[in-house]
């Protein structure tokens, strides 16, 4: 029901659509209504497009930095050069409320080289048991060669990596070719102490859509990353993988008071808190700055209606003459407003969400993806911000209705009718 009960009022809803019809003498007038309610449709549209890429950017890369990594990682002791018991931790873990998956997985850097590229790349890496990582992360579908199965060769052939897709880029090199894994470790030789590496044959290309893990990441068996590093059975990490991220604070605490405080617990949520923040934050602004439109266009439709008081002076007289109230003339111009609102906020977000769908459909702003992490603009639109873009330009606009509604109500009727 629109404010003032003026549905039950039919008269009042009727008049108010006649005087927005178009009439010869009111050219000048119908022109400004068109530029209140086109201006009403440019804000709405450009808040539900701003939000959309807010939300898209956010969402965008939650989902990316989540795919490529376990919904919580548990650390080994302090000191320590890995977790010893992590079979016994992953029977723990599992046995707490919301837990899916657990895997064991060794981390390290070190330096990747290949025949184009002698002088390597810093590379970034994780050992993985194939059978498991799939479970705890999205790593087993960003194969885009090759199969997170092929990194286990059974024992038998070459060792087996597989590289993001853009450092395989850089290096030069393919499923099938060789590249060679340097760490910072050392091992003794007849010659001397030289740092610890091992050849390793290209099984597979991993993309992940983040570029950052694209470019510096690779995946092995978690017993070639033991060879490799020259380690004991042992696990840098644990990762868990968890039914519902809506209970992921909980979730991780329960976790942490399980194993106690000897095994630090983190998720990448709470590792990146810092610039999720400030996603959120951007979203804010760009709600606060873009809704300066909608205020705009509310001075206009306010600007519309006192013209429109002006012009039916002599109505409004003649309508007071003959009974009706000043409530009821205030609830005309009220509807006027209105109307002006919710036809610039229909036609706003018909355009805001056709304009989202196609920017994101076909992915038509791209980025640099070394700048930017994502390689284009992506738009989502959540219906809670379609809802508060709506709610927003309509309440605007009837608050904008107030002060030219009742200005016309307060005409005196004698005057009214005497002006010319």
């Known amino acids: 029901?629109?404010?003032?009960?003026?549905?039950?009022?039919?008269?009042?809803?009727?008049?108010?659509?006649r005087y927005l019809t178009t009439r010869r003498k009111q050219a000048f007038i119908t022109v400004i209504t068109s530029i209140s309610?086109?201006?009403?449709?440019?804000?709405?549209?450009?808040?539900?497009?701003?939000?959309?890429?807010?939300t898209g950017i956010h969402q965008e890369i939650r989902a990316r930095i989540l795919g490529?990594?376990?919904?919580?990682?548990?650390?080994?002791?302090?000191?320590?050069?890995?977790?010893?018991?992590?079979?016994?931790?992953?029977?723990s873990i599992r046995a707490v409320d919301g837990v899916v998956a657990t895997a064991p997985v060794i981390f390290d850097k070190g330096l990747v080289?290949?025949?184009?590229s002698p002088s390597g790349l810093a590379v970034f890496l994780k050992g993985?048991?194939?059978?498991?990582?799939?479970?705890?992360?999205?790593?087993?579908?960003?194969?885009?060669?090759?199969?997170l199965e092929d990194l286990d060769s059974g024992g038998e052939g070459p060792e087996r990596i597989a590289l993001g897709r853009e450092l395989a880029r850089s290096l030069g090199v393919g499923v099938g070719d060789r590249v060679r894994i340097l760490v910072p470790r050392v091992s003794l030789a007849p010659w001397g102490v030289q740092p610890r590496g091992r050849s390793f044959e290209v099984a597979g290309i991993v993309e992940s859509g983040f570029w950052d893990y694209d470019s510096s990441w690779a995946y092995l068996s978690r017993e070639g990353a033991r060879r490799l590093l020259g380690v004991e059975d042992v696990a840098t990490v644990i990762e868990v993988r968890i039914e519902?991220?809506?209970?992921?604070d909980g979730i991780r605490e329960a976790i942490a008071a399980r194993l106690g405080e000897a095994y630090p617990v983190t998720d990448m949520i709470h590792?990146?808190?810092?610039?999720?923040?400030?996603?959120?934050?951007?979203?804010?602004?760009?709600?606060?700055?873009?809704?300066?439109?909608?205020?705009?266009?509310?001075?206009?439709?306010?600007?519309?209606?006192?013209?429109?008081?002006?012009?039916?002076?002599?109505?409004?007289?003649?309508?007071?003459?003959?009974?009706?109230?000043?409530?009821?003339?205030?609830?005309?111009?009220?509807?006027?407003?209105?109307?002006?609102?919710?036809?610039?906020?229909?036609?706003?977000?018909?355009?805001?969400?056709?304009?989202?769908?196609?920017?994101d459909r076909w992915k038509a702003i791209p980025l640099p993806a070394d700048v930017y992490f994502i390689p284009y603009v992506p738009f989502h639109?959540?219906?809670?911000?379609?809802?508060?873009?709506?709610?927003?330009?309509?309440?605007?606009?009837?608050?904008?209705t107030l002060y030219p509604a009742w200005r016309a109500s307060r005409l005196d009727p004698v005057d009214a009718l005497r002006y010319e």
């Open 1 to 17: 029901m629109l404010p003032g009960g003026i549905l039950a009022r039919r008269w009042e809803l009727v008049l108010a659509a």
């Open 37 to 54: 309610v086109l201006g009403v449709a440019v804000g709405v549209a450009a808040l539900i497009i701003g939000l959309s890429l807010a």
């Open 68 to 91: 490529a990594n376990a919904h919580i990682t548990v650390f080994g002791p302090a000191g320590d050069d890995g977790i010893r018991d992590y079979r016994d931790l992953q029977e």
């Open 113 to 116: 080289v290949s025949e184009i």
């Open 128 to 147: 993985v048991d194939p059978r498991l990582e799939g479970t705890v992360t999205d790593v087993a579908g960003q194969f885009v060669a090759g199969r």
């Open 244 to 248: 519902d991220l809506d209970r992921l």
């Open 271 to 359: 590792l990146n808190r810092t610039f999720f923040a400030a996603l959120r934050t951007e979203k804010l602004l760009t709600y606060l700055v873009i809704g300066l439109i909608v205020i705009v266009a509310a001075l206009n439709i306010i600007s519309t209606l006192i013209l429109m008081v002006m012009e039916k002076v002599r109505d409004i007289g003649t309508l007071v003459a003959m009974g009706a109230t000043s409530r009821g003339i205030m609830q005309v111009f009220m509807a006027q407003g209105i109307m002006i609102g919710l036809a610039g906020t229909l036609t706003g977000c018909t355009i805001g969400i056709s304009a989202a769908w196609a920017l």
């Open 381 to 400: 639109l959540r219906p809670f911000d379609f809802s508060v873009v709506a709610f927003t330009a309509l309440i605007v606009s009837f608050l904008a």
